[in-house]
């Protein structure tokens, strides 16, 4: 069964106590991984979008991997701003529309 | 412009009322999508627009009714909503089908 799954559900860091959210995933055909934040009430915000293992991107204290079965988010020195939901979604199948994913969801807490 | 708009941003509705939720994209975007997001759970596909035309619908009922009057304008009209289908509701655009998604800020739907 093709399955997207986020760990942990929760993450509680202190301010400047870096850490790594996990998404690890089950489909056929991978095309693409994304990474989306979600404050409450407001929709996703890109973050970054990989495409083949090995692959890592970089924006500011987040960094994104990929391997052939999961993506780490890796979070270093959090700042509170940094509090959210981070959602991945896994792109996968053949053909002109493939199917999309989310996973559940990491919701993440820095306290100052 | 890389905003997506949505209009209204809450909406309180009865069971038997009709009322039609709007999005506005100005990038050029070629592919639009509604997402159903309970509280705590990842967003749900129920529709894509593609070249403006319905490319996917995921078994959403009836009473939910997409429309897309041209390529930078999606409506979802209500009719008969169920208690159950109080939600945010996420409007989306891409480039195309497997590009990053730009979400705007949802409309939050109450059915009493």
């Known amino acids: 069964e093709d399955q997207v799954t986020q760990s942990p559900e929760a993450l509680r860091l202190q301010e400047g106590e870096s850490s790594s959210l996990n998404c690890s995933y089950t489909v056929s055909g991978l095309r693409g991984l994304f990474w989306y934040r979600q404050d409450p009430g407001k929709g996703p915000e890109f973050l970054f979008t990989l495409y083949s293992a090995g692959e890592e991107k970089e924006k500011e204290r987040l960094k994104a991997t990929l391997t052939k079965k999961e993506s780490f988010l890796h979070i270093t020195a959090p700042k509170p701003e940094d509090s959210a939901t981070y959602l991945c979604a896994v792109e996968y199948g053949s053909g002109n529309t493939g199917k999309l994913i989310f996973g559940q969801g990491t919701t993440l807490q820095v306290k100052p | 412009d890389t905003e997506v708009t949505q209009t209204p941003k809450h909406l309180v509705m009865g069971m038997t009322n009709k009322k039609s939720l709007k999005c506005e994209q100005h990038m050029g975007h070629r592919a639009m999508y509604w997402y159903k997001q309970k509280a705590k759970k990842p967003p749900e596909l129920m529709f894509v627009?593609?070249?403006?035309?319905?490319?996917i619908n995921e078994s959403v009922p009836s009473r939910f009714s997409p429309e897309c009057p041209n390529s930078s304008l999606l409506n979802l009209h209500l009719h008969a909503l169920q208690p159950e289908d109080s939600a945010l509701y996420l409007c989306?655009?891409?480039?195309?089908?497997?590009?990053?998604?730009?979400f705007g800020s949802g409309t939050q739907l109450s059915v009493l």
């Open positions: 627009y593609s070249y403006e035309k319905l490319s």
């Open positions: 989306a655009s891409s480039q195309g089908w497997g590009e990053k998604l730009f």
